[in-house]
Protein backbone atom coordinates (compact mmCIF):
# COMPACT_ATOMS: atom_id res chain seq x y z
CA UNK A 1 0.00 0.00 0.00
CA UNK A 2 1.19 3.53 -1.21
CA UNK A 3 1.15 6.65 0.95
CA UNK A 4 2.57 9.73 0.87
CA UNK A 5 3.62 12.37 3.77
CA UNK A 6 4.15 16.22 3.32
CA UNK A 7 7.21 17.50 5.87
CA UNK A 8 9.93 14.66 5.81
CA UNK A 9 12.82 15.65 7.53
CA UNK A 10 16.11 17.25 5.95
CA UNK A 11 17.67 13.94 7.11
CA UNK A 12 15.24 11.53 5.36
CA UNK A 13 14.87 13.42 2.26
CA UNK A 14 18.77 14.36 1.68
CA UNK A 15 19.65 10.50 2.38
CA UNK A 16 17.13 9.10 0.03
CA UNK A 17 18.28 11.64 -2.59
CA UNK A 18 21.91 11.16 -2.14
CA UNK A 19 21.17 7.19 -2.21
CA UNK A 20 19.69 7.42 -5.18
CA UNK A 21 21.61 7.10 -8.70
CA UNK A 22 19.51 10.23 -9.27
CA UNK A 23 21.71 12.22 -6.90
CA UNK A 24 21.22 16.06 -7.32
CA UNK A 25 22.08 19.28 -5.86
CA UNK A 26 18.81 20.90 -6.96
CA UNK A 27 16.87 17.93 -4.65
CA UNK A 28 19.16 18.62 -2.00
CA UNK A 29 16.93 19.86 1.05
CA UNK A 30 19.55 23.00 1.05
CA UNK A 31 18.58 24.10 -2.46
CA UNK A 32 14.84 25.39 -1.28
CA UNK A 33 16.97 28.06 1.08
CA UNK A 34 18.88 29.11 -2.07
CA UNK A 35 15.29 29.92 -3.89
CA UNK A 36 13.91 31.79 -1.15
CA UNK A 37 11.53 33.54 -2.69
CA UNK A 38 9.50 30.50 -3.47
CA UNK A 39 8.03 28.42 -1.12
CA UNK A 40 8.89 24.88 -0.53
CA UNK A 41 7.65 21.43 0.43
CA UNK A 42 9.16 17.86 1.26
CA UNK A 43 7.01 15.17 0.06
CA UNK A 44 7.67 11.33 1.14
CA UNK A 45 6.19 8.55 -0.68
CA UNK A 46 5.75 5.49 0.82
CA UNK A 47 5.47 1.66 0.39
CA UNK A 48 4.25 -0.52 3.12
CA UNK A 49 6.18 2.28 5.21
CA UNK A 50 9.40 2.07 3.21
CA UNK A 51 10.56 5.51 1.89
CA UNK A 52 10.34 5.06 -2.31
CA UNK A 53 10.17 8.52 -3.56
CA UNK A 54 11.02 11.84 -2.82
CA UNK A 55 9.99 15.27 -4.37
CA UNK A 56 11.28 18.57 -2.90
CA UNK A 57 9.12 21.51 -4.55
CA UNK A 58 9.34 24.90 -4.95
CA UNK A 59 6.13 26.95 -5.10
CA UNK A 60 6.11 30.13 -6.56
CA UNK A 61 3.46 32.18 -5.99
CA UNK A 62 1.22 33.98 -8.65
CA UNK A 63 -1.75 36.56 -8.91
CA UNK A 64 -5.06 36.08 -7.64
CA UNK A 65 -3.75 33.63 -4.84
CA UNK A 66 -2.57 31.18 -7.98
CA UNK A 67 0.54 29.41 -7.75
CA UNK A 68 2.76 26.92 -10.25
CA UNK A 69 5.01 24.14 -8.53
CA UNK A 70 8.07 23.02 -9.96
CA UNK A 71 10.26 19.76 -8.75
CA UNK A 72 13.75 20.14 -10.10
CA UNK A 73 15.80 17.64 -11.53
CA UNK A 74 12.93 15.51 -9.93
CA UNK A 75 10.88 13.68 -8.12
CA UNK A 76 13.64 11.17 -7.43
CA UNK A 77 12.31 7.67 -8.06
CA UNK A 78 12.02 4.32 -9.36
CA UNK A 79 10.22 5.68 -12.85
CA UNK A 80 9.76 1.91 -14.22
CA UNK A 81 8.23 1.09 -11.45
CA UNK A 82 4.22 1.90 -12.81
CA UNK A 83 2.59 1.13 -9.81
CA UNK A 84 4.38 3.61 -8.22
CA UNK A 85 5.13 6.32 -10.94
CA UNK A 86 0.45 6.02 -11.04
CA UNK A 87 0.50 6.84 -7.19
CA UNK A 88 3.22 9.59 -6.88
CA UNK A 89 1.46 11.71 -10.26
CA UNK A 90 -1.92 11.52 -8.57
CA UNK A 91 -0.42 12.34 -5.04
CA UNK A 92 1.28 15.19 -6.52
CA UNK A 93 -2.06 16.35 -8.04
CA UNK A 94 -4.21 16.14 -4.95
CA UNK A 95 -1.49 18.03 -3.14
CA UNK A 96 -1.26 21.07 -6.06
CA UNK A 97 -4.80 21.45 -5.19
CA UNK A 98 -4.41 22.39 -2.05
CA UNK A 99 -1.62 25.33 -3.09
CA UNK A 100 -4.10 26.16 -5.66
CA UNK A 101 -1.46 25.72 -8.13
CA UNK A 102 -2.41 25.65 -12.05
CA UNK A 103 0.11 22.58 -12.83
CA UNK A 104 3.35 21.26 -11.73
CA UNK A 105 6.30 21.30 -13.77
CA UNK A 106 8.99 18.41 -13.02
CA UNK A 107 12.52 17.63 -15.13
CA UNK A 108 13.35 14.32 -14.00
CA UNK A 109 17.08 13.41 -13.93
CA UNK A 110 16.65 10.75 -16.49
CA UNK A 111 19.23 10.71 -19.72
CA UNK A 112 18.07 9.65 -23.40
CA UNK A 113 21.54 10.47 -24.26
CA UNK A 114 24.83 10.02 -22.00
CA UNK A 115 28.31 9.13 -24.03
CA UNK A 116 31.78 10.46 -23.74
CA UNK A 117 32.56 12.98 -27.21
CA UNK A 118 34.48 10.04 -28.66
CA UNK A 119 32.18 7.35 -28.33
CA UNK A 120 28.93 6.65 -30.36
CA UNK A 121 25.64 7.79 -28.93
CA UNK A 122 22.62 5.59 -28.18
CA UNK A 123 19.52 6.19 -27.46
CA UNK A 124 17.68 4.82 -23.92
CA UNK A 125 14.89 3.61 -25.47
CA UNK A 126 13.67 2.75 -21.48
CA UNK A 127 14.05 6.32 -20.74
CA UNK A 128 12.01 7.18 -23.89
CA UNK A 129 9.25 4.19 -22.34
CA UNK A 130 9.24 5.92 -19.13
CA UNK A 131 8.01 9.24 -20.73
CA UNK A 132 5.29 7.81 -22.68
CA UNK A 133 4.05 5.93 -19.37
CA UNK A 134 3.88 9.60 -18.05
CA UNK A 135 2.32 11.14 -20.45
CA UNK A 136 -0.12 8.54 -20.40
CA UNK A 137 -1.14 9.24 -17.08
CA UNK A 138 -2.22 12.76 -18.11
CA UNK A 139 0.74 15.09 -18.09
CA UNK A 140 2.22 17.26 -21.10
CA UNK A 141 5.90 16.18 -22.11
CA UNK A 142 7.52 19.23 -23.62
CA UNK A 143 9.74 16.66 -26.16
CA UNK A 144 13.57 16.73 -26.75
CA UNK A 145 13.66 20.87 -27.48
CA UNK A 146 16.24 22.18 -29.54
CA UNK A 147 16.80 25.05 -27.74
CA UNK A 148 18.59 25.95 -24.50
CA UNK A 149 16.30 28.92 -23.79
CA UNK A 150 12.90 26.44 -24.25
CA UNK A 151 13.75 24.75 -20.53
CA UNK A 152 14.41 25.78 -17.09
CA UNK A 153 17.17 23.90 -16.71
CA UNK A 154 20.02 22.92 -19.63
CA UNK A 155 19.22 19.57 -21.75
CA UNK A 156 22.29 19.10 -22.15
CA UNK A 157 25.43 19.03 -19.76
CA UNK A 158 29.13 18.24 -19.66
CA UNK A 159 29.77 16.44 -16.35
CA UNK A 160 33.32 14.43 -16.18
CA UNK A 161 33.37 11.69 -14.06
CA UNK A 162 36.07 10.76 -11.82
CA UNK A 163 37.59 7.48 -14.22
CA UNK A 164 37.61 9.92 -17.29
CA UNK A 165 39.70 12.29 -15.81
CA UNK A 166 43.20 12.76 -15.58
CA UNK A 167 45.78 15.40 -17.62
CA UNK A 168 46.83 12.41 -20.00
CA UNK A 169 43.37 11.74 -21.29
CA UNK A 170 43.27 15.53 -22.23
CA UNK A 171 43.69 16.46 -25.82
CA UNK A 172 47.26 18.07 -26.78
CA UNK A 173 46.11 21.63 -26.86
CA UNK A 174 44.60 21.55 -23.83
CA UNK A 175 47.60 19.86 -21.98
CA UNK A 176 49.80 22.74 -23.92
CA UNK A 177 47.32 25.37 -22.08
CA UNK A 178 47.62 24.07 -18.99
CA UNK A 179 51.22 23.98 -19.27
CA UNK A 180 51.23 27.44 -20.94
CA UNK A 181 48.98 28.65 -18.16
CA UNK A 182 51.21 27.16 -15.14
CA UNK A 183 54.43 28.74 -17.03
CA UNK A 184 53.79 32.17 -17.44
CA UNK A 185 53.30 32.21 -13.05
CA UNK A 186 49.42 31.25 -12.76
CA UNK A 187 48.71 30.23 -9.24
CA UNK A 188 45.95 28.94 -8.22
CA UNK A 189 44.08 28.97 -4.87
CA UNK A 190 40.95 27.48 -3.26
CA UNK A 191 38.79 28.77 -0.78
CA UNK A 192 35.31 30.54 0.69
CA UNK A 193 33.82 33.39 1.57
CA UNK A 194 37.61 35.18 2.00
CA UNK A 195 37.68 35.20 -1.97
CA UNK A 196 34.67 36.28 -2.32
CA UNK A 197 35.19 40.01 -3.48
CA UNK A 198 37.31 38.92 -5.98
CA UNK A 199 35.47 36.28 -7.48
CA UNK A 200 32.11 38.88 -7.71
CA UNK A 201 34.60 40.96 -9.51
CA UNK A 202 35.19 38.30 -11.78
CA UNK A 203 31.62 38.12 -12.15
CA UNK A 204 30.52 41.44 -13.21
CA UNK A 205 33.63 41.24 -15.83
CA UNK A 206 31.90 38.67 -17.19
CA UNK A 207 28.53 40.27 -17.47
CA UNK A 208 29.95 43.32 -19.15
CA UNK A 209 31.76 40.87 -21.57
CA UNK A 210 28.57 39.04 -22.50
CA UNK A 211 25.98 41.68 -21.96
CA UNK A 212 24.15 39.71 -19.26
CA UNK A 213 22.90 39.89 -16.33
CA UNK A 214 23.83 37.28 -13.34
CA UNK A 215 23.85 37.73 -9.93
CA UNK A 216 25.53 39.80 -7.36
CA UNK A 217 27.75 39.21 -4.09
CA UNK A 218 25.10 38.47 -1.41
CA UNK A 219 24.08 35.61 -4.09
CA UNK A 220 27.21 34.33 -4.02
CA UNK A 221 27.88 34.65 -0.27
CA UNK A 222 24.56 32.62 0.16
CA UNK A 223 25.18 30.08 -1.57
CA UNK A 224 28.73 29.29 0.18
CA UNK A 225 27.08 29.48 3.50
CA UNK A 226 23.94 27.40 2.80
CA UNK A 227 26.42 24.76 2.29
CA UNK A 228 29.20 25.93 4.50
CA UNK A 229 31.54 22.14 4.33
CA UNK A 230 29.92 21.35 0.99
CA UNK A 231 31.49 24.31 -0.98
CA UNK A 232 34.88 26.42 -3.05
CA UNK A 233 35.33 28.98 -5.02
CA UNK A 234 39.02 28.21 -7.14
CA UNK A 235 40.62 31.16 -8.08
CA UNK A 236 43.89 31.83 -10.02
CA UNK A 237 45.91 35.15 -9.78
CA UNK A 238 48.90 36.37 -11.37
CA UNK A 239 51.56 38.45 -9.45
CA UNK A 240 52.34 40.82 -12.10
CA UNK A 241 55.89 42.44 -10.46
CA UNK A 242 56.91 39.22 -10.57
CA UNK A 243 55.81 37.95 -13.84
CA UNK A 244 57.28 41.39 -15.29
CA UNK A 245 60.76 40.79 -13.55
CA UNK A 246 60.64 37.48 -14.99
CA UNK A 247 60.28 38.73 -18.55
CA UNK A 248 62.76 41.43 -18.07
CA UNK A 249 64.58 38.53 -17.31
CA UNK A 250 64.47 36.64 -20.64
CA UNK A 251 64.36 40.01 -22.41
CA UNK A 252 67.77 40.68 -21.20
CA UNK A 253 68.63 37.07 -22.40
CA UNK A 254 67.23 37.56 -25.54
CA UNK A 255 68.78 40.72 -26.80
CA UNK A 256 72.21 38.92 -25.41
CA UNK A 257 72.02 36.00 -27.44
CA UNK A 258 71.20 38.86 -30.18
CA UNK A 259 74.66 40.39 -29.62
CA UNK A 260 76.30 36.93 -30.63
CA UNK A 261 74.83 36.26 -33.45
CA UNK A 262 77.52 36.18 -36.62
CA UNK A 263 77.22 36.41 -40.48
CA UNK A 264 77.00 32.65 -39.69
CA UNK A 265 73.89 32.72 -37.78
CA UNK A 266 71.13 30.43 -39.22
CA UNK A 267 67.94 32.70 -40.59
CA UNK A 268 65.35 30.38 -38.78
CA UNK A 269 67.75 31.27 -35.41
CA UNK A 270 67.81 34.80 -36.41
CA UNK A 271 63.50 34.87 -36.82
CA UNK A 272 62.76 33.05 -33.88
CA UNK A 273 65.27 35.37 -31.41
CA UNK A 274 62.95 38.49 -33.51
CA UNK A 275 59.54 36.95 -32.61
CA UNK A 276 60.65 36.16 -29.02
CA UNK A 277 61.54 40.17 -28.72
CA UNK A 278 58.24 40.74 -29.79
CA UNK A 279 56.39 38.78 -27.76
CA UNK A 280 58.53 39.66 -24.81
CA UNK A 281 58.60 43.12 -25.00
CA UNK A 282 54.09 43.21 -25.91
CA UNK A 283 53.85 41.34 -22.55
CA UNK A 284 55.85 43.65 -20.70
CA UNK A 285 54.30 46.58 -22.17
CA UNK A 286 51.10 45.51 -21.05
CA UNK A 287 51.45 44.11 -18.17
CA UNK A 288 53.41 47.35 -16.99
CA UNK A 289 50.14 49.54 -18.01
CA UNK A 290 48.52 47.35 -15.44
CA UNK A 291 51.03 47.68 -12.82
CA UNK A 292 51.16 51.44 -13.54
CA UNK A 293 47.50 51.36 -12.91
CA UNK A 294 48.13 50.17 -9.06
CA UNK A 295 47.34 46.65 -9.64
CA UNK A 296 49.94 43.90 -7.74
CA UNK A 297 48.56 40.64 -7.47
CA UNK A 298 44.79 40.35 -9.97
CA UNK A 299 42.06 37.82 -10.12
CA UNK A 300 42.20 35.96 -13.75
CA UNK A 301 39.47 33.13 -13.12
CA UNK A 302 37.13 31.94 -10.71
CA UNK A 303 34.45 28.98 -10.25
CA UNK A 304 32.21 28.49 -7.85
CA UNK A 305 31.18 24.90 -6.81
CA UNK A 306 28.61 23.18 -4.43
CA UNK A 307 28.65 19.74 -3.72
CA UNK A 308 26.34 16.94 -2.45
CA UNK A 309 26.80 13.75 -1.86
CA UNK A 310 29.70 12.43 -3.56
CA UNK A 311 28.93 14.76 -6.99
CA UNK A 312 29.93 18.53 -7.12
CA UNK A 313 28.91 21.03 -9.78
CA UNK A 314 30.38 24.11 -11.22
CA UNK A 315 27.35 27.09 -10.33
CA UNK A 316 29.18 30.22 -11.63
CA UNK A 317 32.39 30.65 -13.38
CA UNK A 318 34.09 34.19 -14.17
CA UNK A 319 37.31 35.47 -16.14
CA UNK A 320 38.71 38.86 -16.93
CA UNK A 321 39.34 38.87 -20.61
CA UNK A 322 42.05 41.21 -20.70
CA UNK A 323 44.10 38.27 -19.29
CA UNK A 324 43.41 35.84 -22.20
CA UNK A 325 46.46 35.28 -23.32
CA UNK A 326 47.17 33.67 -20.21
CA UNK A 327 44.72 31.14 -20.66
CA UNK A 328 43.53 31.13 -17.28
CA UNK A 329 40.29 29.59 -17.55
CA UNK A 330 41.62 26.12 -18.18
CA UNK A 331 44.20 26.05 -15.60
CA UNK A 332 40.82 27.15 -13.37
CA UNK A 333 38.55 24.44 -14.52
CA UNK A 334 40.55 21.41 -14.29
CA UNK A 335 41.79 22.35 -10.91
CA UNK A 336 38.42 22.63 -10.20
CA UNK A 337 37.54 19.49 -11.29
CA UNK A 338 40.88 18.17 -9.84
CA UNK A 339 39.59 19.80 -6.26
CA UNK A 340 36.48 17.80 -6.72
CA UNK A 341 37.72 14.64 -7.38
CA UNK A 342 40.25 14.93 -4.33
CA UNK A 343 37.55 15.69 -2.14
CA UNK A 344 35.39 12.76 -3.04
CA UNK A 345 33.18 13.50 -5.90
CA UNK A 346 32.46 10.74 -8.31
CA UNK A 347 31.69 13.67 -11.11
CA UNK A 348 32.02 17.20 -11.24
CA UNK A 349 29.16 18.61 -13.37
CA UNK A 350 30.27 21.71 -15.61
CA UNK A 351 27.04 22.47 -16.42
CA UNK A 352 24.74 23.23 -19.49
CA UNK A 353 25.78 23.09 -22.90
CA UNK A 354 24.33 24.17 -26.58
CA UNK A 355 21.66 21.62 -27.29
CA UNK A 356 23.11 21.91 -31.14
CA UNK A 357 26.33 20.51 -29.63
CA UNK A 358 27.97 23.49 -31.25
CA UNK A 359 28.82 27.00 -29.35
CA UNK A 360 31.06 28.71 -26.63
CA UNK A 361 30.14 26.64 -23.87
CA UNK A 362 30.50 23.02 -25.72
CA UNK A 363 33.46 23.76 -27.19
CA UNK A 364 35.00 25.00 -24.09
CA UNK A 365 33.89 22.45 -21.74
CA UNK A 366 34.46 19.67 -24.40
CA UNK A 367 38.49 19.88 -23.97
CA UNK A 368 38.07 18.07 -20.48
CA UNK A 369 36.81 15.30 -21.60
CA UNK A 370 33.48 15.39 -20.42
CA UNK A 371 30.37 12.66 -21.21
CA UNK A 372 27.58 14.66 -22.57
CA UNK A 373 24.29 14.20 -20.73
CA UNK A 374 20.70 14.50 -22.94
CA UNK A 375 18.14 14.81 -20.13
CA UNK A 376 14.60 13.98 -21.23
CA UNK A 377 13.26 17.61 -20.62
CA UNK A 378 10.36 18.73 -19.02
CA UNK A 379 6.73 17.25 -18.30
CA UNK A 380 3.68 19.54 -17.01
CA UNK A 381 0.85 18.21 -14.69
CA UNK A 382 -1.92 19.98 -15.27
CA UNK A 383 -3.94 20.56 -12.05
CA UNK A 384 -6.63 23.91 -13.08
CA UNK A 385 -8.62 24.24 -16.08
CA UNK A 386 -6.73 27.47 -16.67
CA UNK A 387 -3.46 25.09 -17.38
CA UNK A 388 -3.67 25.67 -20.73
CA UNK A 389 -3.81 29.77 -20.52
CA UNK A 390 -1.57 29.82 -17.37
CA UNK A 391 1.06 27.31 -19.94
CA UNK A 392 0.99 29.85 -22.30
CA UNK A 393 1.22 32.98 -20.28
CA UNK A 394 4.22 30.99 -19.20
CA UNK A 395 5.84 30.31 -22.55
CA UNK A 396 5.41 33.92 -23.76
CA UNK A 397 7.15 35.64 -20.78
CA UNK A 398 9.96 32.66 -20.43
CA UNK A 399 10.29 33.44 -24.40
CA UNK A 400 10.83 37.59 -23.47
CA UNK A 401 12.87 37.11 -20.64
CA UNK A 402 15.18 34.89 -23.00
CA UNK A 403 15.98 37.89 -25.11
CA UNK A 404 17.11 40.06 -22.02
Same mark, same amino acid.
Given at each position: ??T???????S???? @????????????????????D????? /??? @????????????V??????????????PR?P????????L????I??????A????A??????????????L????????????? !????I????????G?TE??????????????????????????????A???? /???? !? *????????L??????????????????????????K?????P??????? *????????L??????L???????????E????????????????L????????????????????????????????E?????????????????????????????????W???????????????????????????????????????????????K?????????
Amino acid at each position: MFTYKIGISTSEHDR @FVIDSPQTNLLQSSSWAKIKDSWGND /RLG @FYQDDKLVAVASVLIQPLPLGFSMIYIPRGPIMDYQDKELLAFVITSLKKYAKTKRALFVKFDPSLFVTKNLISQEVNINEDTLS !IAKDIQALGVEWTGLTEDMAENIQPRFQANIYKEDFTEEKLSKSTKQAIRTA /RNKG !I *SVQFGGTELLDQFADLMKKTEARKNIHLRGIDYYEKLLTTYPESSYITL *STLDLPARLKDLNKQLEKNIADAAKFTEKTKPGKIENNKQEYKRLSEEIAFLQEKVDAGNKIVPLSGTLVLEFGNTAENIYAGMDEDYRRYQPAILTWFETANHAFERGAKWQNMGGIENSLDGGLYNFKSKFNPRIEQFIGEFNLPVSPFYGLANFAYKVRKKLRSKH
